[in-house]
């Protein structure tokens, strides 16, 4: 929950309005990710976002994209047998 409301902080969108195809919300929305699991964990986590995002490979933006749309499926087909 509290990526959702980083990125609602950083960006002053919702998450739901997030789309495959604009990078910079996926990016940040992956930095807040980082941040909160990492505030979650107690574990120091002060890279800012700009640094974050010099980081990351294009592979890496690919792999997550896909690994949050997989999930999203699951959850999707989860919900439908209930």
Known sequence: MGAMLRFKKET????TEITT???SDLCTYLYCCVASASA????????PLM???DAL???DMENWAKAMQAGAAKNGEAEKKR
């Open 57 to 59: 490979s294009a592979e």
């Open 12 to 15: 002053g969108k919702e998450v």
């Open 21 to 23: 195809d604009n990078f």
């Open 40 to 47: 979650a964990d107690k574990v120091p986590f002060d890279m």
């Open 51 to 53: 640094d974050f995002a």
